[in-house]
């Protein structure tokens, strides 16, 4: 290799502007112009070393506008970004127009009409005195400021259209001279280079925080947590990386449709446990693993969901993996923000499939522990029968011997009622025992059996029977929905209370007779226990997962002293509206 050869600098990539190149190319049409030209054009390398200042891409387009504004001496600038489809434009960014005004006006224009639609269809530099004679314009909207003199000039990035920079209302009410035209011309050649710069930065950036995202949902669910948490946790990261007004995810219900199961929002209480009907097209969509993308949610007529009217851009991906589609994850924004870039959309799906992952183990994880549940049932059911159920039914039988050959009317007395004790704890037994063998489909539809099923179920762990009381009729007053969430409220104390607790003694009080704090009529369910009581610093899952079944009803949950000695363990209140 020569030293000719050696000096001379590496080729860029194909495609890839070389900055030194593109000014030279920009520049060389100045040269032979006037004096005034001359003297601007420190002002123009002043304002390219401005321009190419920064990464972060929103910014960049905001220091282009003011450089380009004070460069032309224009009083308005904007910049129009052209959608990945190049049919409009997916934002509008600009200088000059303060925050009030901007209010007033409205949605920002679309680019699908009038002067801007054409700039985008035919991207060329437009220079008018009077905008408003030209037979392309569109008009303004209401509380739009007057402009008349205009400059739009294209501005591309790596050969490609990025989208067009205008200028409008010239100071000192005259037009843009060629001057002006040629000064943005080399700013916009400019502006399209630190833009490429800008957007290598913004999608790498991007892709770390999704790849970040992934790893705190895998974490959450391998830490041995709730299913619950871990779908709180796909929730709240969709709704942190995706930058939308909510995350939302859903699993297929039991009726049919899908269910809101966890949510990450500012009222995230009113929509958790809705149910999406089956009936929907975006749910019957998402059902076959497809997934859907909304310009507006609001007015799109595939949502048939009370939620939709609040939201505008939104994606909906389903969570499938090894063939099942397991639920859906919802990323709406509010009504008026951009929609989601191509790279957004790709970035969510790979994510969505990360969560699929987790929620696949989360379920892999609760069937080994309901296996568990149903083999330590099985065999605490053949212990009572072959071994408990025997021995004392063999006293019993001792008892009434004794009972038969004693002479004495105390002790006669006294056998008799140990020998009726002992029947009615054999009936007890094998009630325990007909509960441990049924079968989650066999489960009774009756509130009050379902209550005492849990209760006997419970027994067996605890080495006692919970007391329990009902006030009113509960069977006809509380609904299934609410029903069915106290059933699990009332699974998830029980539970709570055997692993945590150490009572020796439980109350179980369902009352529908009651009202709330509101004034509602509602079902209140209280689990008071004697053990230790909730330890400072302990785990809260439980109660959080208590909580939000109550207030997705628009009910409460809290917890108090309990019934030990001086208000030694724990009283749970978990209540809802009928």
């Known amino acids: 290799m020569s030293l000719q050869e050696s000096q001379e600098p590496p080729e860029s990539p ?38 190419g200042t920064g990464l972060e891409l929103h910014s960049t387009l905001d220091r282009i506008c003011e450089t380009a504004a004070e460069l032309a001496d224009a009083r308005y600038a904007a910049i129009g970004v052209v959608d990945t489809e190049g049919r409009g434009l997916s934002d509008f960014v600009t200088f000059g127009i303060d925050a009030e005004t901007a209010r007033k006006i409205g949605h920002r224009p679309d680019g699908k009409r009038g002067l801007l639609g054409a700039l985008i269809s035919h991207p060329d530099t437009v220079q008018l005195a009077d905008l408003t004679k030209d037979p392309r314009s569109a008009g303004f909207p209401a509380h739009h400021p007057p402009m008349k003199t205009f400059l739009g000039v294209p501005i591309r990035v790596q050969g490609e259209i990025f989208g067009n920079l205008y200028l409008a209302e010239k100071n000192g009410g005259g037009r843009f001279n060629d001057y002006d035209v040629h000064m943005v011309r080399v700013l916009a050649t400019e502006a399209g280079i630190a833009i490429g710069n800008a957007r290598l930065y913004e999608a790498a950036t991007q892709r770390e925080r999704w790849i970040d995202g992934s790893v705190a949902v895998t974490t959450a669910l391998l830490s041995g947590g709730d299913a619950d948490d871990a779908l709180s946790v796909v929730a709240e990261q969709a709704r942190h990386l995706a930058d939308s007004a909510a995350g939302i995810v859903m699993l297929p219900a039991e009726e049919g449709g899908m269910e809101i199961v966890a949510v990450s929002a500012e009222n995230a209480a009113t929509s958790l446990g809705l149910v999406i009907p089956a009936e929907s097209p975006v749910v019957a969509k998402l059902l076959e693993g497809e997934p859907v993308f909304v310009e507006d949610a609001a007015g799109d007529p595939r949502t048939i969901s009370r939620l939709t009217s609040q939201y505008g851009p939104c994606m909906m991906l389903p969570l499938h993996s090894g063939g099942r589609v397991l639920g859906a994850l919802v990323t709406p924004r509010a009504r008026g923000k951009r929609p989601f870039s191509e790279a957004e959309r790709t970035l969510a799906t790979q994510f969505a499939s990360q969560a699929a992952l987790a929620l696949m183990m989360a379920e892999a994880q609760r069937d080994r522990e309901r296996l568990a549940v149903f083999e330590d049932r099985d ?49 007890e037994i094998r009630t325990a025992i007909f509960a441990l063998q049924q079968g989650p489909a066999e489960a009774p539809s009756g509130l009050r059996t379902r209550v005492l099923r849990e209760i006997n179920m ?86 959080r997962n208590l909580r939000r079944r109550a207030e997705s009803l628009g009910g409460s949950s809290s917890y108090g002293p309990g019934i030990g000695e001086d208000g030694s363990g724990t009283t749970l209140v978990w209540e809802a509206p009928l």
């Open 14 to 51: 194909p495609g890839t502007p070389d900055p030194l190149e593109a000014a030279t190319q920009a520049t060389r049409s100045l040269q032979g112009l006037s004096t005034e030209l001359t003297a601007r054009v420190p002002q123009l390398l002043e304002a390219m070393r401005s321009v």
């Open 379 to 427: 065999r605490i059911a053949r212990d009572l029968h072959d071994l408990v159920i025997q021995r004392l039914f063999a006293t019993g039988m001792m008892l009434e011997g004794a009972q038969r050959r004693s002479v004495v009317p105390e002790v006669v007395d006294g056998v008799g009622k140990a020998v009726d004790e002992l029947d009615v704890t054999i009936q």
């Open 458 to 543: 419970a027994a067996v762990p605890l080495g006692f029977k919970p007391a329990h009381r009902f006030l009113g009729p509960i069977d006809t007053m509380v609904g299934e929905l609410v029903g069915k969430n106290l059933i699990a409220a009332l699974r998830e104390a029980l539970s709570n209370a055997f692993r945590h607790a150490e009572a020796s003694r439980i109350e179980v009080v369902v009352d529908c007779t009651g009202t709330l704090a509101d004034g509602r009529p509602g079902v209140r369910l209280e689990v008071a226990d004697d053990g230790v009581g909730i330890p400072e610093g302990g785990r809260r899952s439980g109660l």
